[in-house]
C-alpha cells in the first residue's frame, strides 16, 4: 500500500525515519503544501509499504503509547520524534501524494503525456511498469531517464488511469505533466551586402584541425552559408530523427551558429582586422521540421544529441548550447527530468567525462513588455535552466539607438546596460533552497514601445547573424537569450582555445568571475547596499556580463590565480564506529606580494573568489533534507581573516564542515563579503568579493575548501560515498590604480617568466 503521512502546520514531519530500507518501506516524496486551517505550511509525506510489513509502524506507535523509553536515561516514549510530529495518517491519492504539479493540471478527461516517475532504476523495474502499462492499454513512449534510485517513463494517460496504475503498481514514486518546447519562428530580413562576406573571409583564420567544438542543438543548419562552410563540416551536422534530415528548416539554429562562431558578428564585419576563429561548431537537430516532437522526455532527446557528436568526434573539447526551453515555467527551480538528465551528463555520472552545457534561460512572453521590469521579475526561468551544473544564460541589451525612417515616435523599452525584456528570472523561485538563475547575462536585443504604450519588436534593437536562407539574404537578426546563449558558447571557446588544460568547470568558473553588474541594473534592482539586496540582484541579472578580457588577461593591477584541484569529501568513520563522515577539506595559501600591499597601507583593494564544481544528481522528490538531498555533494569556501592564525582558521573550517544546518556567518566576518554566505552558497557555483584596505589584505592569504553534506554520504547504499569530487578555485586582486604592480611579484614568486 502507499500511505501519505502529514504533518502539523507549521512544523517539520520526521521523513527521515519514516523509511525502513531493511523493511523494504520507502519514502517517495516528499511535499510541502499550504495548510487549509491555518496560514502556515504542511509538510507530506509519501511511503510505499510492502504487503505483511504495516506491522513495522503499527510496532513503533505501539511502543509510544505503552511508553517504552529510548534508554534508561530518556523521559521520551519510543520513536516520540516520529510519532510527535505526525498529524495524520491516510492512504495516499492521486491528487495530493503522487501528482508533484498544479493539481489544476491533472489531465481530468483526455489522456495526456505525462512522466511517471519509478523509485529504482533497475531495468526490471522499467521492464515491469512497461508491461503493467500496456495491459492497462495505456500509451508509453520507448526510451528512459535514469537517476540515482529513480526511472523516468512518459505515458499518455488521464486522472483514471493513473489512479489505476498507483492502485496496481508496487514502483511509482511522482507524477507529472509533461513539458513542450518552445520554438522560434523569425522573420526573414536582408540587412546586409554580399560584399561583406567577402570582406570577412578574406582575413577569416579558421582551422579545420581546432580541437575545441561548439554544438547548437536546436533546428539544425545551413553549414552552406558561406559564413559557416569554413567552421561546420558536413560529417559534423547530425539529427537525433534521421527522418529530419540536418538542415535547417527553421531558421533559427543557422542564426544560432553565426553567433557561436564569430561572437558579434557584426563587429567583426565592420572592421578590418584577422577574425580569428579558435574553435569549431558541430550541429544536431533536436526539433522537427513539421509539427512538434512526438511527445518524449527531453532529457532523453538532449541524451542523445551528446551521443551523436561524442561518437563522431570524441576528442574535442565541447560545449553545448541549448536555446530551446519549456514554453512553461512552473517548475520554479524544482530540478525537473530534462534540467537533470543536463545535470548528469555535466557531472559525467555515468563516464567520468565532464562536460558544460550552456542553456538559455527563456523568454519574458512579449505581451507583458509593457510592465518592464515587473514582468522580468515576476516572469520565471524555463525549464531547463534551473540545472545547477548548467550555465544558465540571461540577457542585457546596450541596443537602444532607433535609427528606421518607419519606427519616429518609438523609444526603447529597456535603457542601455539595463536587463533585456526579454530575459526571465528566479526572483519567485523559493529561497535559499534552489539556486540563483541566470547566472550571467549577455547582450539579447531590446524591445520598442510606441506612445500608447504598445510594445514590439525591431532589427534595430535586434543582433546581426546568419540567415538559413543565403540565396534570398545572407543576413537575418536574432534577439532575447537565445542571442544570448550563443555569445556565452563562444565566450566559452574562446577560454578553451586559450587555456586547452581547462576543465569544464574552471570554463565555467571564469565565464562567471569575469562577469560584472552594469551601474544600470545596480540602479534599478539594487535595493540597498547590504547582502541580502546584492543575493537579490543576483537572482535577476546573474553576476552581470562577462568579459572575454578578464576570463582571459591578467593586468599589473590586477591578477587572478586559478587552481584545479580533485578532493574526496566523505569516508566510513573509523573502524568500530557506523555511519560516514566528512574527510577532505583543502588549504591554498595564496602567493600575495605582502611588501607591496603594506606599502599601501590603506588604499581600498578588491578580491574575488570564484569556487565552481558539478553535482551529480538525485531529484526524485523526496524532500530536500537530511539525506533526501537533490545535489551529492557540496563545496564551500571561505578566507582567513586580518590577524587569525592558520591553526585558528583550520578550527573555524572545521566547525562550518561540521555543520549540517543554513549556510552562517560569523559577525566578525559579516561585513567582508558583498553577497554573503547565505546569498552566495546555493547551487554549484559561488562568487562572491571582499573589498578592503591593501593593508589588511596583506595577511588574508588563506582559502579553505571544505565539503557540506550531500546524498554521497546520506545514501551511502548507492556505493557513491568515497567518490573524488573535482574543483575549480579562481582568486582575483585588484588595486584601483594602473600604475600599482601587483603581478610582477606574484608571477615571480610561481616562476611565470616576465616578458620585458
Given at each position: 500500500m502507499y500511505?501519505?503521512?502529514e504533518?502539523?502546520?507549521g512544523?517539520?514531519?520526521?521523513t527521515?525515519s519514516?523509511e525502513d530500507?531493511?523493511?523494504?518501506?520507502?519514502?517517495?516524496?516528499?511535499a510541502?503544501?499550504?495548510?487549509v486551517?491555518?496560514?502556515?505550511?504542511?509538510?507530506?509525506?509519501?511511503?510505499?509499504?510492502?504487503?505483511?510489513?504495516?506491522i513495522v509502524?503499527?510496532?513503533?506507535?505501539?511502543?509510544?503509547?505503552d511508553?517504552?523509553k529510548?534508554?534508561?536515561?530518556?523521559n521520551?516514549?519510543?520513536?516520540?520524534?516520529l510519532?510527535?510530529?505526525?498529524?495524520s495518517?491516510?492512504l495516499?491519492?492521486?491528487d495530493?501524494s503522487?501528482?508533484?504539479?498544479?493539481?489544476a493540471l491533472i489531465p481530468?478527461?483526455?489522456?495526456?503525456?505525462?512522466?511517471?516517475w519509478?523509485?529504482g532504476?533497475?531495468?526490471e523495474?522499467e521492464?515491469s511498469?512497461?508491461?503493467?502499462a500496456r495491459?492497462?492499454e495505456?500509451?508509453?513512449q520507448d526510451?528512459?531517464?535514469?537517476?540515482?534510485?529513480?526511472t523516468?517513463l512518459?505515458?499518455?494517460?488521464n486522472?483514471q488511469?493513473?489512479?489505476?496504475?498507483?492502485?496496481s503498481?508496487?514502483?511509482?514514486?511522482?507524477?507529472?505533466?509533461?513539458?513542450?518546447t518552445?520554438?522560434?519562428?523569425l522573420?526573414?530580413?536582408?540587412?546586409?551586402?554580399?560584399?561583406?562576406i567577402?570582406?570577412l573571409l578574406s582575413?577569416l583564420?579558421?582551422s579545420?584541425e581546432s580541437?575545441v567544438a561548439i554544438?547548437?542543438?536546436d533546428?539544425?543548419?545551413?553549414?552552406?552559408?558561406p559564413?559557416?562552410?569554413p567552421?561546420l563540416?558536413n560529417?559534423d551536422?547530425?539529427t537525433?530523427d534521421?527522418?529530419?534530415?540536418?538542415h535547417?528548416?527553421?531558421?533559427?539554429g543557422?542564426?544560432?551558429?553565426?553567433?557561436?562562431?564569430?561572437?558579434?558578428?557584426?563587429q567583426a564585419?565592420e572592421?578590418?582586422?584577422?577574425?580569428?576563429?579558435?574553435?569549431?561548431l558541430?550541429s544536431?537537430?533536436?526539433?522537427?521540421?513539421?509539427?512538434e516532437n512526438d511527445?518524449?522526455?527531453?532529457?532523453?532527446i538532449?541524451?542523445?544529441?551528446?551521443s551523436?557528436?561524442?561518437?563522431?568526434?570524441?576528442?574535442?573539447?565541447?560545449?553545448?548550447?541549448?536555446?530551446?526551453?519549456?514554453?512553461d515555467?512552473?517548475?520554479r527551480?524544482?530540478?525537473?527530468?530534462?534540467?537533470?538528465?543536463?545535470?548528469?551528463l555535466?557531472?559525467?555520472?555515468?563516464?567520468?567525462?565532464?562536460?558544460l552545457f550552456?542553456v538559455s534561460?527563456?523568454?519574458?512572453?512579449?505581451?507583458?513588455?509593457e510592465?518592464?521590469?515587473?514582468?522580468?521579475l515576476?516572469s520565471s526561468?524555463h525549464?531547463?535552466?534551473?540545472?545547477?551544473?548548467?550555465i544558465?544564460?540571461?540577457?542585457y541589451?546596450?541596443?537602444?539607438?532607433?535609427?528606421s525612417p518607419d519606427?519616429?515616435?518609438?523609444?526603447?523599452v529597456?535603457p542601455?546596460?539595463g536587463?533585456s525584456p526579454f530575459?526571465t528570472t528566479?526572483?519567485?523561485?523559493?529561497?535559499k533552497k534552489?539556486p540563483a538563475?541566470?547566472?550571467?547575462?549577455?547582450e539579447?536585443?531590446?524591445a520598442i514601445?510606441?506612445e500608447?504604450?504598445?510594445?514590439?519588436?525591431c532589427d534595430?534593437?535586434s543582433?546581426l547573424s546568419?540567415c538559413?536562407?543565403?540565396?534570398?539574404?545572407h543576413f537575418?537578426w536574432?534577439?532575447?537569450?537565445?542571442?544570448?546563449?550563443?555569445?556565452?558558447?563562444w565566450i566559452?571557446?574562446?577560454i578553451?582555445a586559450?587555456?586547452?588544460?581547462?576543465w569544464p568547470e574552471?570554463?565555467?568558473?571564469?565565464i562567471v568571475?569575469s562577469?560584472?553588474?552594469?551601474d544600470?541594473m545596480?540602479s534599478?534592482?539594487?535595493?540597498s547596499s547590504?547582502k541580502?539586496?546584492?543575493?537579490?540582484?543576483?537572482?535577476i541579472c546573474?553576476?552581470?556580463?562577462?568579459?572575454l578580457?578578464r576570463?582571459?588577461y591578467c593586468?599589473?593591477?590586477?591578477?587572478?590565480?586559478?587552481?584545479?584541484?580533485?578532493?574526496?569529501?566523505?569516508?566510513?568513520?573509523p573502524e568500530?564506529?557506523?555511519?560516514?563522515?566528512?574527510k577532505?577539506?583543502?588549504?591554498?595559501?595564496l602567493?600575495?606580494?605582502?611588501e607591496?600591499?603594506?606599502a599601501?597601507g590603506e588604499?581600498?583593494?578588491?578580491?574575488?573568489?570564484?569556487?565552481?564544481?558539478?553535482?551529480?544528481?538525485?531529484?526524485?522528490e523526496?524532500?530536500?533534507?537530511?539525506?533526501?538531498?537533490y545535489?551529492?555533494?557540496a563545496?564551500?569556501?571561505?578566507?582567513?581573516?586580518s590577524?587569525?592564525?592558520?591553526?585558528?582558521?583550520?578550527?573555524r573550517?572545521?566547525?562550518a564542515?561540521r555543520?549540517?544546518?543554513?549556510?552562517?556567518?560569523?559577525?566578525?566576518?559579516?561585513?567582508?563579503?558583498?553577497?554573503?554566505?547565505?546569498g552566495?552558497s546555493l547551487?554549484?557555483?559561488?562568487s562572491?568579493?571582499w573589498?578592503?584596505?591593501a593593508?589588511q589584505?596583506?595577511?588574508c592569504n588563506?582559502?579553505?575548501?571544505?565539503?557540506?553534506?550531500?546524498?554521497w554520504?546520506?545514501?551511502?547504499w548507492?556505493?557513491?560515498?568515497?567518490r573524488?569530487?573535482?574543483?575549480?578555485?579562481i582568486?582575483?586582486?585588484?588595486?584601483?590604480?594602473?600604475?600599482?604592480?601587483?603581478?610582477?611579484?606574484v608571477?615571480i614568486q610561481?616562476g611565470?617568466?616576465?616578458?620585458?
Amino acid at each position: 500500500m502507499y500511505l501519505e503521512f502529514e504533518g502539523a502546520p507549521g512544523f517539520d514531519l520526521a521523513t527521515k525515519s519514516l523509511e525502513d530500507l531493511g523493511a523494504g518501506i520507502r519514502l517517495l516524496n516528499v511535499a510541502t503544501v499550504p495548510s487549509v486551517i491555518q496560514e502556515m505550511p504542511v509538510t507530506r509525506a509519501t511511503v510505499y509499504i510492502p504487503a505483511g510489513k504495516e506491522i513495522v509502524f503499527l510496532k513503533k506507535i505501539r511502543s509510544y503509547a505503552d511508553h517504552e523509553k529510548d534508554s534508561p536515561k530518556s523521559n521520551k516514549p519510543r520513536n516520540a520524534t516520529l510519532i510527535d510530529s505526525i498529524e495524520s495518517i491516510r492512504l495516499a491519492f492521486l491528487d495530493s501524494s503522487f501528482w508533484r504539479d498544479d493539481p489544476a493540471l491533472i489531465p481530468r478527461g483526455m489522456p495526456e503525456w505525462c512522466e511517471v516517475w519509478l523509485r529504482g532504476e533497475e531495468e526490471e523495474i522499467e521492464i515491469s511498469f512497461r508491461k503493467l502499462a500496456r495491459g492497462r492499454e495505456v500509451q508509453i513512449q520507448d526510451g528512459a531517464l535514469r537517476f540515482p534510485e529513480r526511472t523516468v517513463l512518459l505515458i499518455k494517460a488521464n486522472q483514471q488511469q493513473l489512479a489505476e496504475l498507483i492502485d496496481s503498481c508496487e514502483y511509482l514514486a511522482e507524477f507529472r505533466l509533461a513539458k513542450e518546447t518552445a520554438r522560434f519562428f523569425l522573420d526573414l530580413a536582408n540587412v546586409e551586402q554580399v560584399d561583406w562576406i567577402k570582406s570577412l573571409l578574406s582575413r577569416l583564420e579558421a582551422s579545420s584541425e581546432s580541437p575545441v567544438a561548439i554544438s547548437i542543438l536546436d533546428t539544425g543548419v545551413n553549414n552552406g552559408h558561406p559564413l559557416l562552410a569554413p567552421l561546420l563540416a558536413n560529417p559534423d551536422c547530425h539529427t537525433v530523427d534521421p527522418r529530419w534530415g540536418v538542415h535547417d528548416h527553421d531558421g533559427h539554429g543557422t542564426l544560432m551558429c553565426g553567433l557561436a562562431g564569430y561572437g558579434n558578428l557584426q563587429q567583426a564585419l565592420e572592421s578590418d582586422w584577422p577574425v580569428v576563429v579558435p574553435h569549431r561548431l558541430e550541429s544536431v537537430k533536436i526539433l522537427p521540421p513539421v509539427g512538434e516532437n512526438d511527445p518524449k522526455l527531453y532529457g532523453l532527446i538532449v541524451t542523445d544529441a551528446v551521443s551523436r557528436v561524442e561518437i563522431e568526434a570524441p576528442d574535442k573539447s565541447r560545449f553545448l548550447c541549448i536555446a530551446v526551453t519549456s514554453l512553461d515555467s512552473r517548475d520554479r527551480g524544482r530540478p525537473s527530468s530534462w534540467s537533470a538528465a543536463i545535470d548528469i551528463l555535466a557531472s559525467g555520472y555515468e563516464d567520468d567525462r565532464q562536460r558544460l552545457f550552456i542553456v538559455s534561460a527563456g523568454n519574458v512572453d512579449g505581451s507583458e513588455w509593457e510592465r518592464y521590469p515587473a514582468s522580468n521579475l515576476t516572469s520565471s526561468i524555463h525549464d531547463p535552466g534551473q540545472s545547477w551544473n548548467a550555465i544558465t544564460v540571461g540577457a542585457y541589451t546596450e541596443k537602444t539607438h532607433i535609427s528606421s525612417p518607419d519606427l519616429v515616435g518609438y523609444v526603447p523599452v529597456a535603457p542601455a546596460g539595463g536587463l533585456s525584456p526579454f530575459s526571465t528570472t528566479s526572483l519567485t523561485w523559493e529561497d535559499k533552497k534552489w539556486p540563483a538563475k541566470p547566472d550571467v547575462v549577455l547582450e539579447g536585443g531590446n524591445a520598442i514601445k510606441d506612445e500608447s504604450g504598445f510594445c514590439s519588436e525591431c532589427d534595430d534593437a535586434s543582433i546581426l547573424s546568419t540567415c538559413y536562407k543565403p540565396t534570398k539574404s545572407h543576413f537575418d537578426w536574432i534577439n532575447a537569450t537565445s542571442a544570448a546563449t550563443a555569445q556565452c558558447g563562444w565566450i566559452a571557446a574562446q577560454i578553451q582555445a586559450r587555456y586547452s588544460h581547462a576543465w569544464p568547470e574552471t570554463v565555467r568558473g571564469l565565464i562567471v568571475h569575469s562577469a560584472e553588474w552594469t551601474d544600470t541594473m545596480k540602479s534599478s534592482f539594487l535595493e540597498s547596499s547590504n547582502k541580502s539586496s546584492y543575493a537579490r540582484l543576483k537572482r535577476i541579472c546573474g553576476y552581470g556580463v562577462p568579459s572575454l578580457q578578464r576570463a582571459l588577461y591578467c593586468a599589473s593591477n590586477s591578477l587572478t590565480l586559478i587552481a584545479q584541484e580533485t578532493l574526496q569529501p566523505f569516508d566510513k568513520k573509523p573502524e568500530g564506529a557506523s555511519g560516514y563522515r566528512t574527510k577532505d577539506m583543502h588549504l591554498h595559501k595564496l602567493p600575495w606580494p605582502k611588501e607591496v600591499l603594506l606599502a599601501l597601507g590603506e588604499l581600498d583593494v578588491t578580491m574575488r573568489i570564484t569556487l565552481s564544481y558539478f553535482i551529480e544528481p538525485g531529484p526524485g522528490e523526496v524532500g530536500w533534507k537530511d539525506r533526501y538531498r537533490y545535489a551529492s555533494h557540496a563545496l564551500r569556501f571561505d578566507l582567513n581573516k586580518s590577524g587569525e592564525t592558520e591553526d585558528d582558521f583550520l578550527k573555524r573550517l572545521n566547525k562550518a564542515a561540521r555543520e549540517e544546518g543554513e549556510e552562517t556567518e560569523t559577525e566578525s566576518d559579516s561585513n567582508r563579503w558583498l553577497i554573503g554566505a547565505n546569498g552566495r552558497s546555493l547551487g554549484s557555483i559561488h562568487s562572491d568579493y571582499w573589498h578592503g584596505t591593501a593593508a589588511q589584505m596583506s595577511d588574508c592569504n588563506l582559502i579553505g575548501i571544505y565539503p557540506k553534506i550531500g546524498w554521497w554520504r546520506e545514501r551511502a547504499w548507492l556505493g557513491r560515498w568515497n567518490r573524488m569530487a573535482r574543483y575549480s578555485l579562481i582568486v582575483s586582486l585588484n588595486t584601483p590604480k594602473q600604475d600599482i604592480d601587483i603581478y610582477t611579484p606574484v608571477a615571480i614568486q610561481v616562476g611565470i617568466p616576465i616578458t620585458i
